[in-house]
């Protein structure tokens, strides 16, 4: 959590996003695992919506010029 912590802080959330190298990944982690752990990382730094929704897709959207999808409300 530390190195995640420390590049989010020092670059700020809208240069950072969460990524995972699936299918590869799979022989560490499950991909829910991983993901569940990105989302108690951004909780326990205490973004805002706004961060977190950088932080899991805002950020790849505007870098790679994907077309913008409407998040599920929670």
């Given at each position: 959590m530390p190195f995640y912590a420390y590049g989010i802080e020092a670059f700020g959330p809208d240069r950072c996003m969460f990524e995972s190298n699936f299918p590869v990944d799979r022989e560490c982690v499950?991909?829910?695992?991983?993901w569940n752990?990105?989302?108690?990382?951004a909780a326990?730094?205490?973004l805002s919506a706004t961060e977190k929704a950088g932080l899991f897709s805002g950020t790849a959207v505007?870098?790679?010029r994907l077309p913008?999808?409407?998040a599920p409300t929670e």
């Open positions: 499950s991909y829910r695992t991983l752990l990105f989302k108690r990382i326990r730094l205490g505007r870098v790679h913008a999808v409407q």
